[in-house]
């Protein structure tokens, strides 16, 4: 495992370098599940279902996540 070292602000933040962040392809906007063990806090990115749906549907609802999710509330209000 790569050791990485950052920094925490006075407001707690801590930016993730870039290429860590290409890596595991954290955008702006991504959420991540922070969890703890023992002494280590373990930061993992959480895909939306909307984005894991785009992905499994080939399209067949939409292009991009935002897509699915307009005709996922389209669905929805026809109900």
């Known amino acids: 495992m790569e050791t990485i070292n950052a920094t925490v602000s006075s407001r707690g933040y801590i930016v993730l370098p870039a290429r860590l962040r ?20 373990i930061l993992q990115p959480v895909t939306s279902f909307t984005q894991k749906l785009a992905g499994l549907t080939a399209r067949s609802f ?18």
């Open 22 to 41: 290409k890596e595991m392809n954290i955008k702006a906007g991504t959420k991540v599940l922070l969890s703890r063990e023992e002494n280590k806090i």
């Open 62 to 79: 939409g292009t991009n996540p935002d897509e699915v999710k307009k005709y996922i509330d389209g669905e929805r209000e026809d109900r």
